[in-house]
Nanobody, 124 residues
Framework: QVQLVESGGGLVQAGASLRLSCAASGGTFSTYSMGWFRQAPGTEREFVAA????????DYAVSVKGRFTISRDNAKNTVYLQMNSLTLEDTAIYFC?????????????????WGQGTQVTVSS
């Protein structure tokens, strides 16, 4: 089991950038695939991006592809989500998640450990 703590959320204007961080502890970080999900009020939690534990293979939701970048630093036990060209539709609570699985990382059911989330609000 791994503990996850997100940070970096905030209130920004449309078009701005933010970088979210997720610090992991309590497990061997390099053996976990990591994902970012988000949930807006009244909606289901949806997949944003993922990075595998091997080879750093990445996957993105269509809505964020080309704007968001997921990366990891195994030496710091941290995964990042760089978010550029933010829009009002990106407003949500962003959650970090971990799994020992290496495939189908777009499905939230693959993940066993979750952080508490960090709020991202984009204003016009």
């Amino acid at each position: 089991q791994v503990q996850l703590v997100e940070s970096g959320g905030g209130l920004v204007q449309a078009g701005a950038s933010l970088r979210l961080s997720c610090a992991a502890s309590g497990g061997t970080f390099s053996t976990y695939s990591m994902g970012w999900f988000r949930q807006a009020p009244g909606t289901e939690r949806e997949f944003v991006a993922a990075i595998s534990w091997f080879g750093g293979r990445t996957d993105y939701a269509v809505s964020v592809k080309g704007r968001f970048t997921i990366s990891r630093d195994n030496a710091k036990n941290t995964v990042y989500l760089q978010m550029n060209s933010l829009t009002l539709e990106d407003t949500a609570i962003y959650f970090c998640a971990a799994t020992i699985q290496g495939s189908a990382l777009g499905s939230r059911n693959r993940y066993t450990d979750w952080g508490q989330g960090t709020q991202v609000t984009v204003s016009s």
